[in-house]
């Protein structure tokens, strides 16, 4: 239950005067319906005002606070034209603009004839001077009642900044007094302030200096969010690894004939892995390990042999995609190395319904089965094991935290809990690692199997599409395959598949029936289907959305063509172009662009011509996007951060994992009086359901 002392925070924002249904609305979809989200959606500028006794060319551009004079208001006559009002400011004629203006409310405000004490943006308008919406309104003689400089806030269309001021004239002073759970000796080397008032100055700016990150006020908020971030991962990884796993100890002997059976030798950066991997299995407590591996670094057959390890153990093990398609094609490449070491191995997905499933259903329960391969559907209620020791989840960052524990809430009570292990090909930066998946251990596959050869990148102007789509008949007459990739458009579904509608058919123009389409729209049937033909060979070129799956595995693809590349990011680029040149033959990838580039978009393009190191790029987007870009954070289940900036903050993230592991080290269940304040904090960050595991063994 959140602490009484929090209930003002979590008060609807329709409680303070001037917030009516209608702002409501427009506030909870910018910052969020509570008190504590206004509080939260700090200031991102400055109004410097000037008090001015006559208006001057130099004056333009700039926040003026100026004495005038009312002659006459010019209602609208339509809805296009805005209300002016004439005055003069001495002999210096100036209109006041209104868009939407009320006549009642303006001639009530404004009264023809009176004086007025006014602040806003001076505006030329074809040579005459003109103040749209002035931000105040007051009488002349109400001296100093306009403020000389106010904080700016970020809004939406329908809210103005005075909504904001007026709101945190509101709340500001009336914040509760907090418990302190910050460390003292902390507190007082970074020179920071309590709670409340680092909030009051972060919503107070009086120069431009006070927006910088690391000003103590800002600091100190965004080290009690990283803080909240990280005890709420440390509950849930020490909560882990108090459950007694079961050592799966094997003999090594399946292990030794699908490595027998491999066409290769492991890599070092997979044997280390598995032996990390290997370790935890044998080991005593729950695994809750990462294993983080660029695209085509071999990550299925170190998954494959974890699982062999389970088997030989007396266990079963499952594998987790996100997709059919994945699925499947963890299936094909698994099935046959499993079945040489004499495991049986059964593919569970969506489609698999009626007495089929009921068949595989019976086989997985009594135990028949070594390994099942599937996707979501393996979340379904009525799929029981005989006895699973080992779940791996593939190519996630689709999945949070509490998912990777459901998964692992499949295994047999009594044998105590499921090992869980997650692969994913998106590198993920240091920074974001740590507060995305801070309860896991990490395992990094860092080295690519021998032979590879680099993807030829080129960055070519939208001008030039045409002889790109010329060029690629060399290529389809030497049998290889292309992958054309349409961008979305504007996150409109409908634009984004119209886009990739019209690039399919002026392709089958050129190539006929060797060009097949996919998008989201498809039913996953039909996408299954083009991308089985794209496989197989039926279909040479396959114009795509980005629907096309991260994972899919079609060795003969050389060539992989990115319309509108600067529309992507480069995490994804990244992850597109290693989609190619996996069979043998030298990949190309053609980022097409429409110029201009802005520097930022230069800059990006230039990194992956740069770099296959998917590590670096991941750090480089990170740089120039920030962290919620980068994934997607709302689909991917990472942490939205609201005052910490994962980049500028860096050390402060340092600092708090360290905070987060020695106070639970210290007091485990968060019951000193430092303790107590840490759970409020929990609370105010809304990391509530991390309290349960407080108490929860
Ligand atoms: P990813 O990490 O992207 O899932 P995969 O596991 O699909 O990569 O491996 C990509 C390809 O590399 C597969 O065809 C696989 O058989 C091959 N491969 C994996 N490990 C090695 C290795 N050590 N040497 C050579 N080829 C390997
Ligand atoms: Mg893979």
Not at 51 to 66: E, H, R, S, T, Y
Not at 228 to 252: C, H, I, T, Y
Not at 327 to 345: D, M, V, W, Y
Request: charged share 25%; proline share 5%; hydrophobic share 40%.
């Amino acid at each position: 239950m959140r602490p009484k002392i929090l209930f003002s925070l979590f008060t609807p924002v329709s409680k303070l005067t001037g917030i009516g249904p209608r702002l409501t609305g427009l506030i909870e979809k910018l910052a969020g319906p509570n008190i504590i989200d206004l509080a939260w959606h700090l200031p991102v500028g400055l109004v410097k005002r000037h008090q001015v006794a006559a208006l001057i060319p130099g004056l333009v551009d700039q926040n003026i606070v100026v004495v005038l004079r009312i002659d006459q208001h010019m209602p609208s006559r339509n809805r296009r034209t805005p209300y002016r009002i004439h005055c003069m400011v001495g002999n210096e004629p100036l209109t006041l603009v209104f868009f939407n203006g009320r006549e009642e409310y303006l001639r009530r405000q404004l009264p023809e004839g009176g004086m007025r004490k006014i602040s806003g943006k001076l505006e030329d308008y074809n040579g005459s001077y003109q103040i749209t919406h002035p931000d105040h309104i007051v009488k002349p003689d109400e001296t100093d009642s306009i403020p000389m400089f106010e904080p700016v806030y970020r809004l939406t269309a329908g809210l103005t900044n005075q909504t904001f001021i007026k709101a945190a004239k509101q709340f500001l002073p009336t914040l509760p007094d907090l418990p302190e759970w910050n460390d003292k000796t902390l507190l007082a080397r970074e020179k920071w302030a309590g709670w409340k008032e680092s909030l009051r100055e972060a919503h107070a700016p009086k120069e431009d200096a006070d927006f910088e990150r690391d000003t103590p006020a800002r600091a100190r908020l965004a080290y009690d969010e990283l803080l909240a971030n990280q005890l709420a991962l440390e509950l849930v990884r020490r909560s882990m690894k108090r459950k007694p796993g079961r050592p799966l100890v094997g003999d090594g002997k399946i292990r030794q004939k699908i490595l027998n059976a491999l066409p290769f030798t492991l890599t070092n950066a997979q044997m280390k892995a598995l032996k990390e991997i290997e370790a935890d299995i044998e080991g005593p407590h729950r695994m809750l390990r990462l294993l983080q591996g660029d695209v085509g670094s071999g990550k299925t057959v170190v998954a494959l042999l974890a699982m062999a390890q389970a088997v030989e153990a007396g266990a079963q093990a499952t594998i987790m995609a996100p997709t059919e398609i994945l699925a499947r094609q963890h299936f094909n490449a698994i099935e046959p190395l499993a079945s040489k070491a004499g495991l049986t191995c059964l593919l569970i997905t969506g489609r698999l319904k009626g007495k089929k499933r009921d068949a595989v259903l019976e086989k997985l329960a009594s135990g028949t089965v070594d390994l099942v391969i599937g996707t979501h559907a393996l979340f379904q209620e009525d799929i029981a094991f005989h006895d699973l020791g080992l779940a791996i989840i593939d190519e996630q960052h689709r999945f949070g935290v509490h998912q990777r524990l459901a998964l692992s809430a499949k295994g047999r009570k009594e044998n105590g809990g499921v090992d869980v292990l997650v692969m994913t090909a998106t590198p993920i930066p240091r920074t974001l690692a740590l507060t995305a998946y801070g309860d896991m251990d990490v395992s990094i596959i860092d080295e690519k199997p021998p032979g590879r050869k680099p993807v030829d990148t080129r960055a070519i102007d939208l001008d030039r599409l045409d002889d790109v789509a010329q060029g690629l008949k060399r290529k389809l007459d030497a049998g290889e395959r292309i992958y054309w990739v349409c961008p979305l458009v504007e996150e409109s579904l409908v634009l984004d598949v119209a886009a990739a509608e019209e690039r399919f058919r002026h392709l089958q123009q050129l190539y006929g029936d060797q060009v097949g389409l996919i998008h989201g729209r498809l039913k996953p049937e039909v996408k299954d289907e083009t991308m089985q033909r794209f496989m197989t060979g039926e279909i040479s070129i396959l114009v795509a959305t980005t629907v096309i799956e991260v994972g899919v595995d079609v060795p003969e693809a050389t060539v992989m063509i990115i319309e509108h590349a600067e529309r992507f990011g480069l995490a994804q680029l990244h992850q597109l172009r290693g989609r190619v040149g996996r069979g043998g033959l030298p990949g190309t990838c053609l980022l097409i662009y429409a110029s201009p580039l802005g520097e930022t978009q230069k800059a990006r393009l230039g990194i992956l011509r740069e770099t296959e190191d998917g590590f670096r790029i991941a750090e480089e987007d990170l740089r120039l996007r920030g962290a919620g870009e980068l994934l997607g954070t709302r689909q991917s289940g990472l942490p939205e951060f609201r005052l910490a900036d994962l980049q500028a903050h860096s050390r402060l993230l340092a600092i708090a994992r360290d905070d987060a592991r020695l106070i639970l080290e210290k007091d485990e269940k968060l019951t000193s009086p430092r303790g107590e304040a840490l759970r409020t904090l929990l609370y105010l960050f809304e990391r509530d359901s991390a309290i349960r595991y407080l108490t929860s063994g």
